[in-house]
């Protein structure tokens, strides 16, 4: 049984995120610099055909960590700490593949790049129906937008090695087992194919 063909990519109607490539969270992973050449490149190629970027961050204001309850299980400790102020440098975007003016740029305060910003009024606002997904954590936030996405019935591309994870058979099992129901996952090469056939 052959797979199934990946649909093919309207550049204009399709946003490339890039989701907390920050500095505290980049330099967290292994091979950090391959990861983000290869966002670079894909950044690069959805820039060239005419779609749109947008960039993705997790951050806290003093009134941030102060609202969040002891019920939420992830972040409350994150509050106690006061870790991630948005003005440190460890949340500030990866000086590789800063934005441009026009990107969309959304600070978050939970996993999921849409639960708490406006990111999916920008993009509707942009014409966007369709969404390639890169991030760290394949766990954290690029499954919670995944899931996110799909239930807003985005056309979801999630771009394999463009997203990683702390722990490998997390992402392993995501990658594998989870995300190709809800998802088309192609990798830098699929994609710069697929912008190239649009």
């Known amino acids: 049984m052959t797979a199934p063909a990946i649909p093919a990519l309207d550049p204009e109607r399709t946003a490339l995120l890039a ?7 980049v330099a967290s992973i292994p091979e950090p610099d391959a990861l983000v ?11 060239a055909a005419g779609g749109t970027i947008g960039y993705v961050r997790v951050a806290f204001t003093e009134d941030d960590w102060a609202s969040i309850p002891e019920t939420n299980k992830a972040f409350s400790h994150v509050a106690r700490a006061k870790v991630m102020h948005h003005e440190e440098a460890v949340t500030q ?6 934005p441009e003016d ?15 910003t406006d990111l999916h009024q920008q ?12 991030g760290i954590s394949t766990s954290g936030v690029v499954l919670s937008t995944l899931i996110d996405a799909a ?27 989870v995300f190709p129901s809800r998802a088309h996952l192609i990798d830098t090469a699929d994609l710069r194919e697929l912008l190239k056939a649009s």
């Open 37 to 47: 050449r290869r966002v670079k490149g894909a950044i690069d190629d959805v820039r």
């Open 102 to 116: 026009g990107d969309i740029i959304v600070r978050k305060i939970r996993f999921g790049a849409g639960s708490t």
């Open 151 to 177: 239930d807003r019935d985005y056309r979801v591309y999630v771009l394999t090695d463009g997203v990683a994870d702390h722990d490998p058979e997390s992402h392993r099992v995501l990658v594998e087992k």
């Open 93 to 98: 975007i990866d000086e590789r593949i800063l």
């Open 123 to 134: 993009l509707r606002a942009c014409g966007v129906d369709t969404l390639i997904l890169s």
């Open 19 to 25: 989701m907390d490539f920050q500095n505290g969270i």
